[in-house]
């Protein structure tokens, strides 16, 4: 009864308009007062406990730093070398376009981030060479998919928290499938360039390519020193972001001279607005994950999947159809704070590792950043093309196929993500 009315409540509550921050934490609460012992002093020690949590310091400390990069003209940098990169190729400028996804991913931890800083510059500059507008917006949106996989990772840390694994792990586990993801779209836009006769770049020589590669440097820098620090032992995630951040604020402010000293604190504002945001999300799905966890939810689940007999291809096949509806409609951090307590157990229970499991749970999350009605990889794509939402719905949903089965691969090898941190020993 208690399961029925909490879920029934939240879905009551997002579907006349309640955001959904507002909706889980007025869900968990009301379900507190209603049907538990617990006094309603617990919510706000629950919600107190939420900004104790160390790893989740991560959060506000990558967004700080991708907010400099942005601002700073690190992503027209990184869009520079990889056009010198790959420019040449058919179709070079969207291949371009997805290798700076990549680069940028791995700084700034954010899937929107990444797609707004990459997709204002690149996407008017494939418009400029002769490419459809449909088409390198549609490119972006998928590609800045990437800002979740490949590490640093925002939803990452959210779920290491939520299921108190390693960060480290974690990211580690999300290089091969970020790389490989990137490889795959980047052979599938050779192919369509070639079907399309796009047009490519001339090939730069090697003096623009060291030119270019230079100017990149210290953004590519920080991807050494933020994975490097992590795997050396120098630094924990946490203060890998803490590092993060202050880099990047030195190199925009004294390297590339981008930024001046009067705009730091509208960055300082702008990237405090999305720590509150998510924060005030992720503080109320721990609320209602409480909730789920003091009415002993997941394990009476548990034992109802064991009692079933599902073999774990038929739990994962699962998995991936709830959390494909649920990204259509709910926002990352709180679809993995919801449903990773109640899946971790049962992983664990049927032998599936931990750290395989929240690499599915965020390639299903990359997907549902560009699934409507929520997808908001697809407002931000709008937002910076200025195109239809519906337009850029069509432009991106082609190549929604191959990252569904790109899912499958990682659903079904784990070996994809796992070979990396075993092979390394990370802990």
């Not at 230079?214 to 050396?232: C, H, K, P, Q, S």
């Not at 030195?250 to 390297?255: C, E, I, R, W």
């Not at 664990?348 to 990889?377: K, R, S, Y």
């Amino acid at each position: 009864m208690t399961v029925l009315f909490l879920f029934l409540l939240l879905f009551l509550l997002m579907f006349i308009g309640v955001p959904i921050a507002a909706s889980l934490g007025l869900a968990g609460s009301i379900t507190i007062m209603l049907f538990s012992p617990d006094s309603v002093r617990s919510l706000a020690i629950k919600l107190f406990e939420t900004s104790e949590h160390y790893t989740l310091l991560a959060i506000p400390f990558f967004l700080l730093s991708g907010a400099f990069m942005t601002t700073g003209g690190v992503a027209r940098r990184l869009i520079d070398f990889a056009n010198a990169c790959v420019g040449h190729i058919r179709g070079g400028l969207a291949i371009g376009a997805v290798l700076a996804c990549m680069l940028f991913a791995a700084l700034s931890g954010s899937s929107p981030a990444t797609v707004a800083a990459v997709g204002s510059i690149a996407i008017a500059g494939m418009v400029r060479s002769g490419y459809p507008q449909a088409f390198g917006a549609g490119i972006v949106c998928n590609a800045g998919t990437l800002g979740i996989l490949i590490p640093p990772s925002i939803v990452m840390v959210v779920y290491a928290a939520a299921t108190e694994q390693s960060v480290g792990k974690l990211f580690m586990a999300g290089v091969i499938p970020g790389i490989m993801l990137g490889v795959v779209l980047m052979v599938a836009i050779y192919i369509v360039a070639r079907i399309k006769k796009l047009p490519a770049l001339p090939r730069a020589s090697f003096r623009e390519w060291l030119r270019a590669a230079r100017e990149a440097f210290w953004g590519l820098l920080l991807m050494v020193i933020i994975l490097g620090g992590i795997y050396t032992g120098m630094f924990t995630p946490t203060e890998a972001a803490a590092v993060a951040a202050v880099y990047a604020g030195f190199v925009a402010l004294f390297v590339y001279k981008d930024l001046k000293i009067r705009e730091c604190p509208k960055v300082l504002l702008e990237s405090g607005k999305l720590t509150i945001m998510l924060m005030f999300i992720i503080a109320n799905a721990m609320l209602f994950a409480h909730v789920l966890t003091t009415e002993q939810i997941p394990q009476t689940i548990t034992a109802w999947v064991v009692d079933l007999g599902l073999q774990p291809w038929q739990f994962l096949l699962v998995v991936n159809i709830v959390l494909l509806i649920a990204g259509a409609f709910m926002e990352p951090s709180a679809i993995i704070l919801i449903l990773a307590p109640i899946l971790f157990p049962i992983a664990m229970q049927l032998g599936i590792d931990p750290i395989h499991l929240g690499i599915i749970m965020v390639v299903n999350m990359e997907i549902g950043l560009i699934t409507p009605p929520v997808g908001l990889n697809l407002f931000v794509t709008s937002a910076v093309t200025g195109m239809p939402l519906t337009a850029v719905i069509r432009a991106a949903m082609p190549w929604l196929m191959l990252l569904l089965s790109f899912l499958m691969i990682i659903t079904y090898i784990p070996a994809v993500s796992m070979a990396l941190p075993n092979w390394l020993g990370v802990s």
